[in-house]
């Protein structure tokens, strides 16, 4: 059985930091592409981030790129997204979610992932 596991979220004030966590099992975690996504209430699912099998190829969505990172560790099949100075628009509930087979970046930014987590709650206050 798959399970991805999202930790880390909170309550912070503008300009904070959260690192979320994504533990998974079940699939062997090298092989799969990671991403992070978010939806806001009343709005669609976003894309965040995302990251290849072996982590050497990672993408952003404009709106977190220099502020965000994300990154892997296949030994623990986890992946992780480092989130530095937080803007009150970055508030939402951040998925975790993998896929195998990708062909372009595009696809990383959809939401057709093989996998979900459950969400974590990230709130940043003004």
């Known amino acids: 059985q798959v399970q991805l596991v999202e930790s880390g979220g909170g309550s912070v004030q503008t300009g904070g930091s959260l690192r979320l966590s994504c533990a998974t099992s079940?699939?062997?975690?090298?092989?799969?592409?990671m991403g992070w996504f978010r939806q806001a209430p009343g709005k669609e699912r976003e894309f965040v981030a995302a990251?290849?099998?072996?982590?050497?190829?990672?993408f952003y969505a404009d709106s977190v790129k220099g502020r965000f990172t994300i990154s892997r560790d296949n030994a623990k099949n986890t992946g992780y997204l480092q989130m530095n100075s937080l803007k009150p628009e970055d508030t939402a509930t951040y998925y975790c979610?993998?896929?195998?087979?990708?062909?372009?970046?595009?696809?990383?930014?959809?939401?057709?992932?093989?996998?979900w987590g459950q969400g974590t709650q990230v709130t940043v206050s003004s």
């Open positions: 979610a993998v896929r195998r087979r990708w062909y372009t970046s595009a696809d990383l930014k959809r939401t057709e992932y093989d996998y």
């Open positions: 079940g699939r062997t975690f090298s092989t799969d592409a």
């Open positions: 990251i290849s099998g072996l982590g050497g190829s990672t």
